[in-house]
């Protein structure tokens, strides 16, 4: 099943004149957007308590507010990025950033768990259209000698948006109550008439949409992640059923949902198997460090907060930095560099983390410098390698194994302190720990594997 649908009004967008890519405006506000959208992924989870004891609910319901927002983020994701190959972007993210901010008013007047569920996963769909859309509206319009400067930027600003997101979610559902956490991506309504403006104009196509080929990977994608929160292996069947099906039909369909010489491309896989763990390592120490903290040496939500800010901000200044070595010395220096900076800060937290929430601080500051040195440069690469047509559903795909790489790394490790329930709580986090060095150390085969196979930049 497929669709095809000319857009309407393309010979009159078409005609105007295009105007120059405003780099130097677009990306610092994109970036901005960027945080906002990680924010309101992160800051909400602090309300979780708040909004279980006002509407009564068991653990496992009110779970859903994350899980379904997950869900919705991760598919609308790679919807997004295989829509640009027909829709100009401005359009689809003004569509994205609406729906993100109508959810924030339904959220704000919320008052029942059905409307407050239905804001999130309103948002998700929105949310999405941001990170999905940069990566291919850097590698669309910024040439490669200035690439991995706007890459940069974006992932400093998600892991900004990390840092933020506790600590602005933690002051403002204690002191406004967590309605006002959506008046916060409220704020993205203001940037749809800027984006409108000096966003390029492009022409739009007929529209071949493998609507099938899209709800196969809906399914799939949702079975996976529910397994992870569920632990159902019925759910898991139906993924992996579900993800079957969809190879059967990217192979036979003219435009499938997912081009299928993506899995074709070695290097294309290695790359982001490299993306995959190093999005799970960095989600699983999000989740860690606040149980460090907590459980070890009795912090307040407010002081986990702030104890994982610096660690952000330090990101944010170092992205600028970052972006300019990656396009005077290419990807790859800048790939092993930030393994090497994760490798160093699983190190220090395996035997260290235990003696002071500053050993904790400080080690974070490697953790969140590394995670956006080897993000940043592994988009960078992925574009590269990427022919024009297969950016779009490439950079889209790509970004959907990164989302469930962080949602892996919360899940594995929250399997891990189950097992380990019986250990001291400092043997148990440092086993965890342990394990990540052990994931790296494999992330340093893989690219020593793709520098073999493949001429990356230099």
């Known amino acids: ?20 890519f405003r780099e130097s405006l677009i990306i610092p506000f994109w970036s901005l957007t960027v945080m906002l959208v990680v924010m309101n992924t992160t800051m909400f989870n602090v309300a979780l308590p708040n909004v279980s004891k006002e509407f009564a609910l068991t653990s496992t319901t009110s779970a859903w507010i994350i899980t379904s927002y997950s869900i919705i983020f991760a598919i609308a994701t790679i919807t997004y990025s295989r829509l640009s190959d027909f829709i100009p ?22 008052d029942t768990f059905i409307m407050l569920l239905f804001a999130r996963t309103l948002q998700a769909s929105g949310a999405a259209a941001v990170p999905g859309l940069a990566m291919i509206l850097i590698t669309r319009y910024i040439p490669v000698s200035r690439r991995g400067k706007a890459m940069s930027m974006i992932s400093s600003a998600a892991s900004l948006g990390f840092g933020l997101g506790p600590v ?6 204690q002191y406004l109550g967590w309605n006002f956490l ?42 996976f992640l529910l397994f992870l929160t569920s632990y159902s292996f019925v759910l898991l069947m139906v993924g992996i059923g579900a993800l079957a099906l969809l190879s059967v039909r990217i192979r036979k369909h003219n435009n499938p949902f997912i081009e299928p010489k993506l899995f074709q491309n070695q290097g294309y896989l290695l790359l982001n198997t490299i993306g995959f763990s190093a999005y799970m390592i960095h989600f699983a120490t999000l989740f860690i460090m606040p149980l ?3 459980q070890i040496f009795e912090k307040s939500s407010a002081e986990v907060g702030l104890l994982i800010f610096p660690g952000a901000i330090l990101s944010a200044i170092a992205s600028r930095f970052i972006g300019k070595i990656i396009d005077q010395f290419g990807n790859t220096s800048l790939i092993r560099f930030g ?15 235990t003696l002071s929430p500053v050993a904790i601080l400080l080690t974070y500051m490697f953790m969140s410098v590394g995670f956006t040195s080897l993000t940043s440069s592994v988009s960078n690469e992925i574009s590269r390698i990427l022919s024009k047509n297969e950016v779009g559903t490439g950079m889209g795909f790509a970004q959907l194994v990164q989302f469930i790489g962080g949602a892996c790394g919360v899940a594995v490790t929250g399997v891990a302190i189950v097992w380990q329930k019986k250990l001291p709580l400092t043997s148990m986090f440092q086993n965890i720990f342990i394990g990540m060095i052990v994931l790296i150390g494999l992330s340093f085969i893989l690219f020593t594997l793709y520098k073999k196979i493949t001429k990356p930049t230099q």
């Open 89 to 110: 972007i401005r359009q689809l993210l003004t569509i994205g950033l609406t729906l993100l901010g109508i959810a924030s008013i339904i959220g704000f007047i919320a």
């Open 292 to 294: 460090l903290l907590v």
């Open 339 to 353: 393994q090497i900076l994760l490798l160093i800060a699983a190190f220090l937290f395996a035997f260290f983390s």
């Open 1 to 20: 099943m497929s669709t095809a649908i000319t857009t309407i009004n393309k010979n009159s967008e078409s005609s105007l004149p295009k105007q120059p």
């Open 182 to 223: 959506f008046i916060v991506t409220g704020f993205v309504l203001a940037f749809i008439p800027l984006f409108h403006k000096v966003l390029p104009i492009e022409d739009k196509k007929k529209i071949y949409f493998d609507i099938l080929g899209g709800m196969l990977t809906a399914a799939g994608v949702t079975g």
């Open 168 to 173: 602005i979610g933690g002051a403002v559902t």
